[in-house]
């Protein structure tokens, strides 16, 4: 890397830890039960808005996992999220009712908190509509990954996120409090991605699955990025640059092998296809609250309107981590 490369992106990343300690302001402290964090805990770092119906599986799937404390940001909810959070022993909540957009879609929010209580911890940050699965996940809490990540002094892990739907329209079966949304969106698309490599962050950009074939079949470029970096080691001066997207320092990024090897990494199970998505998408359009005007829930609202089934004769149906590695969307490297 240049100098001048070196520096201009130094720049980015304290303006983003600079705007991150701005938009602290922006955070009430609803629950705050930080003190009971452990050496060694991993931390969930999640934002959402009017998420009540998913939250009783979503805290079981990660608590099973081995998640020691969820530091969650509400944005506004007005659905009982904020007040089911708040009941939870092991979440610390935060409220705000500033814009999303406005804080680089919850970014902003998301870097203060891992600064000042992720420092020093393995800390995962994800959506309530996504699952992590890793080598061995079905075995292996998530400290053992942690650990072996220590071992080999490895600072940041990758996942792909997998796009998951039901066969059948979306709205077609209910969604239930408590449910695995899996039984309902169990499947996927196995093959249909392009990836690419970001030139300025170093990181992997990979496009495909359902929502390029479906959502934007005449502009695949403009398709959601499905590439995140949802597992990282954080120190004081790491951050987010867009969504888990991408993070710096870039050498976060480089979670792949260039040389003909192969990395381990990890999926995250995107549970958004489900009841009650038409409603969320007309929630979220009239907000206009996300990317690029809310360019992905329009495309949403015109196709499913029309096209509400997103499976077809080459979607395959998830069995456990295997398949994925199988399939290469997922590898557990060198790690046995």
């Known amino acids: 890397m240049s100098i001048r490369t070196s520096y201009r992106l130094r720049l980015k990343r304290k303006r983003f830890l600079f705007r991150a300690f701005r938009k602290r302001r922006e ?26 119906i998913r939250l009783p599986f979503f805290l079981r799937y990660y608590r099973e996992l081995g998640i020691g404390h969820f530091l969650i940001v509400d944005n506004g909810s007005d659905d ?19 814009s999303y957009k406005r804080s680089r879609f919850g970014v902003d929010w998301m870097n203060w908190l ?55 329209p979306i709205d077609a079966e209910p969604y239930r409090e408590g449910q695995d949304p899996f039984e309902i969106a169990c499947w996927f698309d196995s093959g249909n991605y392009m990836i690419s ?75 958004k296809f489900l009841s009650p998505l038409t409603a969320k998408v007309a929630e979220e359009l009239e907000r206009r609250e996300h990317f690029a005007g809310s360019r992905e829930y329009k495309a949403y609202s015109d196709k499913l309107a029309r096209e509400p089934d997103l499976w077809c004769k080459w979607s395959e149906k998830y069995i456990n981590w295997r398949q994925l590695e199988i399939l290469g969307l997922m590898s557990k490297g060198n790690w046995a």
């Open 27 to 52: 955070l009430t402290a609803v629950a705050e039960r930080t003190g009971a964090i452990r050496k060694g805990d991993v931390l969930a770092f999640v934002t959402l808005r009017n998420e009540r």
């Open 80 to 98: 009982g999220s904020a007040e089911y959070l708040a009941a939870q022993e092991d979440v610390s909540l935060w409220r705000t009712e500033a």
């Open 114 to 168: 891992l600064r000042k209580y992720g420092t020093g911890h393995w800390t995962l940050t994800v959506d309530p509509d996504e699952f992590f699965v890793y080598p061995f996940c079905d075995t292996r809490p998530i400290n053992a990954l942690t650990d072996w990540l220590d071992t080999y002094h490895i600072r940041s892990f990758p996942a792909m996120l997998l796009d998951m739907y039901p066969k059948g």
């Open 197 to 271: 490599k970001n030139t300025e962050f170093h990181n992997l950009w990979i496009q495909g699955g359902p929502r390029a074939r479906m959502f934007f079949a005449d502009k695949p470029l403009a398709a959601p990025s499905l590439n995140k970096i949802p597992l990282v080691k954080w120190e004081k001066g790491f951050a987010f640059a867009s969504s888990t997207h991408m993070i710096l320092p870039r050498g976060l990024n480089t979670v792949y092998d260039e040389w003909g090897g192969e990395k381990a990494s990890g999926c995250l199970l995107h549970a």
